[in-house]
């Protein structure tokens, strides 16, 4: 139901895009989301962004990360830039505030120093 890509590995100070293509309509959800999950710790939500395009950020990726979604192909982005050794995670994308959807596997990023 959701095909996360894009992730690999980088250096620090990098960047790199992430893709998810949902095989549902995501114009029917007023919010898609990207959330990850680091080692040893709890999946969190990284941003979110409404139909209409506005978005939120957390602390931690404000000013780097940037969300989009693109309805008529069904598919959510997140570029993210000036990447850091702890955004190394699995990132998942899903509705919000409410994973309403089946989680994907992910995309794994991994930040080297």
């Known amino acids: 139901q959701i095909l996360e890509s894009g992730g690999g590995l980088v250096q620090a100070g990098g960047s790199l895009r992430l893709s998810c293509t949902v095989a549902?309509?995501?114009?029917?959800?007023?919010?898609m989301a990207w959330y990850r999950r680091a080692p040893g710790k709890q999946r969190e939500l990284v941003a979110d962004v409404d139909n209409d395009e506005s978005a939120n950020y957390g602390d931690s990726v404000k000013g780097r990360f940037t969300i989009s979604r693109d309805n008529a192909k069904n598919t959510l982005y997140l570029q993210m830039n000036s990447l850091k050794t702890e955004d190394t995670a699995v990132y998942y994308c899903?509705?919000?505030?409410?994973?309403?959807?089946?989680w994907g596997q992910g995309t794994q990023v991994t930040v080297s120093s």
């Open positions: 899903n509705t919000s505030p409410y994973a309403f959807l089946s």
């Open positions: 549902r309509e995501i114009n029917r959800f007023k919010r």
